[in-house]
């Protein structure tokens, strides 16, 4: 079945750090990749997607590209700030009957002033 | 426009107890899904309805677990009678329809912890 692997966390990085969160999925034919991120007391919310190989999905800084090849998805950002202390989720959506998106166990985030 | 919304936020009850979380969806989203992430793990799909259906509820972890949706609109996760393995956070969300790059949209969560 579909599977997502995310980098173990916690990660914690000084203001205007480079980040990387490690994403690679097993899945059939051609998923969608999600990022999803929690932020403090909040509910978890779209950060960016990609529907088909070799997409960017971009968002407040974030991009991650659809690599086919090596099945990943990685975020990443060139410079963080405090705000972007939150819980990173890498998640998909396969081509299946199944609808529903399958999540890898998330990484948390902490930005240092 | 209003967003998913789960109730209670928190709940804390004994082993044994029974345990009813709600979420209402946003309004026109015939697809709802409940997950649950346990102990910092990976979140893991629940059950999908449809409208009032049930379309996949194969996420399920046993028969304690009773989910409904009356009527297509909100939904209800019963738990009962909870077990100390059932604490964790259980997020709802919906979306209006299946393809694969409609976006999912998520409520807060509800977190539960059995005592």
């Known amino acids: 079945g579909d599977s997502v692997t995310q980098m173990e966390g916690p990660v914690t990085l000084s203001e205007e750090a480079f980040l990387t969160i490690n994403c690679t999925y097993t899945a059939t034919g051609y998923p969608s990749l999600f990022w999803y991120v929690q932020y403090p007391g909040e509910g978890l919310q779209l950060l960016l997607k990609?529907?088909?190989?070799?997409d960017k999905g971009s968002n407040k800084g974030f991009e991650a590209t659809y690599r086919k090849e090596t099945t990943s998805f990685h975020l990443e950002k060139g410079s963080v700030q405090v705000s972007d202390s939150a819980v990173y989720f890498c998640?998909?959506?396969?081509?299946?009957?199944?609808?529903?998106?399958?999540f890898g166990s998330g990484t948390q985030l902490t930005v240092l002033p | 426009e209003a967003g998913v919304t789960q109730f209670p936020s928190h709940s804390v009850i004994e082993k044994g107890q029974t345990v009813t979380l709600r979420c209402d969806p946003i309004s026109g989203h015939d697809n709802l899904y409940w997950y649950r992430r346990v102990m910092g793990k990976e979140i893991k799909f629940l059950l999908h309805?449809?409208?009032?259906?049930?379309?996949?509820e194969s996420g399920m972890p046993n028969n304690r677990f009773l989910a409904e949706r009356t009527g297509g609109t909100y939904s209800t996760l019963k738990v009962q009678p909870a077990e100390l393995e059932d604490s964790g956070v259980y997020f709802c969300?919906?979306?209006?329809?299946?393809?694969?790059?409609?976006?999912?949209?998520f409520g807060q969560g509800t977190r539960l912890t059995v005592v």
């Open positions: 969300a919906s979306s209006q329809g299946t393809e694969r790059n409609t976006e999912a949209f």
């Open positions: 998640a998909l959506r396969g081509t299946g009957s199944a609808r529903q998106l399958t």
């Open positions: 309805f449809v409208k009032e259906s049930k379309q996949d």
């Open positions: 990609a529907t088909k190989a070799d």
